[in-house]
């Protein structure tokens, strides 16, 4: 795979930003068009009900517009360090780069992680979770059909050590990991070598804070839904829960009234 992304990349770096523009904006259509069919995948693969699978994947075709919006718009900087001398910097692709997701989200994340890097020049390898993969492989013949190069968009399954190789390649110059910290560090210890810049999304303990003064009933539903979208399980879940000592009690019997319906 990390042979076959090194020419694609080349290739696709050389084209005009403008052009990796239109492919990527294509590429967010064809998802929009395949909304139904994606979700679906996402649902057979780990049991996500179908109107939070058909809203990831809305959100994903979306984040394929934002990028194809930002392919033309990477600037360098012109540096007034020294009179005289014209000093400035170049924004260049790192080449390839590896993308190893969650099971959780499958579709979004897919394409949340690999459209910057898309839009920068750089040839993507995903690693999908083992648990959900194949909105993966659809997500990547949708690319093709974009007009993304070849090996400009690759999909690798496999379960771990698939991950470990494809992270600590000598070829691979990038990685996003999205997963736990356990695992996360792995994936930093496999970049070290050979200087990899790598972007961790690791388990996060996300507070919700309430004021005496907030909208209460808004409030109540904001923190069901933060802790137990996806059934809890999702890095962003709102894990902690702060509420002023004046509406602490009444704010818990809410809670707890309400968690008696899910």
Not at 12 to 28: H, Q, T, V
């Amino acid at each position: 795979a990390v042979a076959r992304a090194i020419p694609g990349q080349v290739k696709w770096a050389g084209l005009a930003p403008e052009e990796r523009s239109k492919i990527l904006w294509k590429w967010g259509d064809l998802i929009d068009a395949s909304v139904e069919e994606i979700a679906k995948l996402d649902v057979a693969c780990m049991g996500k009900v179908i109107r939070d699978a058909l809203a990831e994947t809305r959100r994903a075709s979306r984040h394929a517009r934002y990028w194809a919006g930002m392919a033309d718009k990477i600037y360098g900087q012109q540096l007034a360090d020294v009179p005289g001398r014209l000093s400035y910097s170049l924004r260049e692709p790192l080449g390839v780069y590896a993308v190893v997701l969650p099971w959780n989200a499958p579709a979004h994340s897919f394409v949340a992680r690999s459209s910057p890097a898309l839009a920068c020049g750089n040839a993507v390898i995903v690693k999908p979770s083992e648990l959900s993969p194949l909105s993966a492989a659809r997500l990547a013949e949708l690319g093709a059909e974009a007009g993304i190069p070849e090996g400009v968009l690759q999909v690798v399954t496999g379960d771990g050590m698939t991950g470990h190789l494809l992270c600590s390649h000598p070829a691979v110059s990038g990685i996003s990991f999205t997963g736990s910290p356990p695992t996360g560090r792995k994936v930093l210890a496999a970049g070290v070598e050979t200087f990899k810049k790598v972007t961790l999304e690791l388990g996060g303990k996300s507070p919700i804070v309430v004021f005496e003064d907030a909208d209460f009933d808004s409030a109540v539903r904001a923190a069901l839904v933060g802790v137990l979208m996806n059934a809890g399980q999702i890095c962003a879940a709102s894990t902690r829960l702060m509420v002023h000592a004046s509406i602490a009690e009444k704010f818990v019997a809410a809670m707890k009234d309400r968690l008696k319906n899910v």
